[in-house]
Nanobody
Framework: QVQLVESGGGLVQAGGSLRLSCVVS????????IGWYRQVPGKQRELVAG???????NYADSTEGRFTISRDNAKNTVYLQMNSLRPEDTAVYYC???????WGQGTQVTVSS
């Protein structure tokens, strides 16, 4: 069994910050490349940021330098630091592995204008 549990979302005013966490668990799982995704109702889920096991990162253009993805392999945890948040960042944020279908409930981020 592999599980991904997201946390850290909430309500924040425009310009504020949040730090999301994703804890990976499962006795047979190998923690490799992982990403943060987001989705709003009626729209396709999109990749926000990804990070390899060694720490190489990539970001969607929409982050515009405002987000930072990181990981702690000893804790099997990946983080997303979100600064200078905008109302258009409002979405449910998920963590997952490329090519996998392990979508959980995600964590809601709501940015007020």
């Amino acid at each position: 069994q592999v599980q991904l549990v997201e946390s850290g979302g909430g309500l924040v005013q425009a310009g504020g910050s949040l730090r999301l966490s994703c804890v990976v668990s499962g006795s047979t799982f190998s923690f490799n490349t992982i990403g943060w995704y987001r989705q709003v109702p009626g729209k396709q889920r999109e990749l926000v940021a990804g990070i390899s096991r060694r720490g190489s990162t990539n970001y969607a253009d929409s982050t515009e330098g405002r987000f930072t993805i990181s990981r702690d392999n000893a804790k099997n945890t990946v983080y997303l630091q979100m600064n200078s948040l905008r109302p258009e960042d409002t979405a449910v944020y998920y963590c997952n592995f490329p090519g996998r279908d392990l979508w959980g409930q995600g964590t809601q981020v709501t940015v007020s204008s």
